[in-house]
């Protein structure tokens, strides 16, 4: 089991998000959670990635509480927020090598115009993301999936903004990881096109 979550409880403010949260996440699985604005989806990812503490209960990674990781938890998974977390004076081909140097690297990795050529930006290396569309922002995001060679990754609503062979093209890449062993958490208002026993679904009521 990679990821096992028990008795987790949240509280923003006055507010109980979600209370004795349990869940279990094995290597090929996807969780989707859902839920309306405002349920605690972006809390409860952040909780997992250990960027918030919980209110009580506990998050293993491997066995082990991820506080007992430490920094090295942080290599454990691609992290995609609401934020792209690119940076707008670096160019395109300077981001993507910005994402290589954080994350452990792919083997054998793939040319970083490759890269760019397969989320669609082909051509756009050498600009600066401060001068591309919010779509093409998100594909340059998105690429971190393809630079890492990390097991987990958790994902917050990576579809924002895509158009609809983005979207496709998303899917393809969280398939093929799915297929290799790998397993995603992600938070999403949209249908996702992947189905069978490996797909779960969380709905936060709150
Ligand atoms: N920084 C904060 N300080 C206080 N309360 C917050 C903060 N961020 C979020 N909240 C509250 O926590 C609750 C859950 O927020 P969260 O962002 O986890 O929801 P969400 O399900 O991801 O929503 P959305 O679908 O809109 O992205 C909300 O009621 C929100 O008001």
Known sequence: MLL???GLH???GYRSLFRDLAFTLEAGQLLLVEGRNGSGKTTLLKTLAGLREADAGQVLWQQQPIAAWGAEYRQQFVW???SNGIKEDLTALENLQMMQALSPPRSP???LKYVLEQMGLAGNG???PRHFSAGMKRRLALSRLLLSSAKLWILDEPQAAL???????????LSEHLQQGGSAIMTSHHDVGLQGSHVQRLVLAA
Do not use: M, W, Y
């Open 4 to 6: 096992e979550v028990a």
């Open 80 to 82: 995609l927020g609401h």
């Open 109 to 111: 990795s793939s040319p």
């Open 10 to 12: 949240c509280t923003r």
């Open 126 to 128: 050498n600009r600066f």
């Open 163 to 173: 158009d609809k062979a983005g979207i496709q093209l998303f899917e393809s890449i």
